[in-house]
């Protein structure tokens, strides 16, 4: 007997994918892979999306990040304004989370830069995980959001 229900990957919706940055939703979960670092066009077109789904679901949203560019950095002036679109839309996340592929030094830089820039939002009570673990990102996100299902296999579309 077949189900009636959709596989998990057939609910799950790619919104951008440039080659730099790929963008797959489904429910209420954004997953943005940045395969460059992050740059002020790239990040006016996930605030687009993470905005679009905010107001599609009409709950808060959760924006999973994987940095995935060769060389770990941050432009300062992309810096200010992801913390600053942080702060702005923080009633809008039900919470922040950014899967660390990568080992070692990568991984540590990485580490570091993601959660400098994401700690400078004040007194903001969005939870936020910082991780190496896809599973325990999954489960994190589903666990502070009504909305998520299915997470690990969307975390999975975003890298392929």
Known sequence: MRSSFPSPRSSAHTLHDDGILRLVSRGSVLVACNREPPAQR????????????????????????????????????????ISQAWRLRDGQIACGAAWLR???FFAAAVRSIVTGVLHTRPSSATPIRVTDDGDDIAAFVERHDPGAFHVRELLDMAVE
């Open 102 to 104: 990568r080992s070692g």
């Open 42 to 81: 790239g990040l006016e077109i996930l605030l687009d999306e993470l905005d679009a789904l905010h107001e599609r679901q009409r709950a808060r949203v959760s924006l999973v990040v994987v940095p995935a560019a060769e060389r770990p950095r941050m432009d300062p002036d992309v810096a200010r304004c």
